[in-house]
């Protein structure tokens, strides 16, 4: 019996890392490429401005127009940046904040996904509509209430502020469960012939085949915790506490502005971001394509 439930596992595995494309097959060149082309060139000019802007000198910073390709590279504003202010402190926290929203996200998301796609239990579509409809109440409604009952918890001033309100998102759950919809049944079945149980199923067989679904709520979850501002700005006073948006932040004041250190910052905290997607986005493309969320 062991032998099967291995062989069922060692297929979802397959399956799971198998490629979108047979190898060796180029996508061919379609219409779409000249037009998507021009699109993502838009979107790349405001990121490479910033960092030129960021390697610029501060005096043509204040320049009206400010040039786009600075006369002189200088790293004057990252000597700033770590010299004077707690930056490494910041980008500490902001990764302890991110890597236990996207473990909580990954555990807790994938466990309700799974029990709302496949477990059968009295107002199970009721509990999913009433967590889909939340996605829809503006976050500032929320705010007034929340900031009262961390306040009573005592979560305000530290990092608990910021994590607690990522352990598990609704969205992170609609996500999980509609790609467990598009899953076969027959690889759950045959693990129940085996013997195994619903948390063994779960574990050894459901979860493999999920990895492209993770690693997009990884991505969502990450993007979210990463550059969250307004909540630790309402809910942190405390500077050790501090995140890296809500540090940067700090760097421009009512009576002036350090440009330098803002545009030092942002590269900073846009480049970890930038590598993450690198890493995950061929998981991130396969969970568009197969769990009905494209465009």
């Not at 000249?34 to 005096?59: C, D, E, G, H, Y």
């Not at 200088?74 to 770590?82: I, P, S």
Request: proline share 6%.
């Amino acid at each position: 019996m062991a032998t099967v439930l291995d062989e069922v596992s060692q297929a979802s595995r397959e399956v799971a890392n198998s490629p979108t494309r047979p190898a060796g097959r180029r996508r061919r060149m379609s219409g779409w490429h000249f037009v998507l082309f021009p699109i993502a060139i838009l979107f790349l000019v405001p990121f490479l401005q910033m960092t030129l802007a960021a390697f610029s000198p501060a005096k043509e910073l204040v320049a009206f127009p400010p040039p786009f390709i600075p006369s002189h590279f200088t790293l004057d504003g990252f000597v700033k940046l770590f010299g004077q202010t707690d930056i490494l402190l910041w980008l500490g926290n902001t990764a302890i904040v991110s890597a236990a929203a996207i473990v909580s996200n990954l555990v807790l998301c994938s466990l309700a996904g799974y029990g709302f796609a496949r477990l059968r239990f009295a107002g199970r579509n009721v509990g999913f509509l009433m967590i889909l409809a939340t996605i829809m109440i503006p976050t500032q409604l929320l705010m007034i209430p929340t900031y009262i009952l961390f306040a009573k918890l005592g979560l305000l001033n530290g990092l608990g502020a910021a994590i607690v309100p990522w352990l598990a998102t609704a969205f992170g759950i609609f996500l999980m469960r509609q790609f467990f919809l598009t899953l076969p049944a027959e690889l759950e079945e045959a693990g129940a012939i085996d013997g195994c149980n619903r948390w063994q199923i779960f574990f050894r067989i459901v979860l493999p085949l999920a990895r492209p679904a993770l690693a997009t709520l990884a991505i969502f979850t990450l993007l979210s915790a990463w550059n969250d501002l307004v909540w630790p700005l309402i809910a942190i006073n405390n500077q050790q506490a501090f995140t890296l948006q809500l540090g940067i932040a700090n760097f421009q004041g009512a009576h002036q502005t350090d440009w330098s250190l803002i545009m030092a910052g942002n590269v900073v905290a846009t480049l970890p971001l930038i590598l993450f997607f690198l890493f995950a986005q061929r998981h991130f493309v396969a969970t568009m394509t197969f769990s009905g969320l494209k465009g």
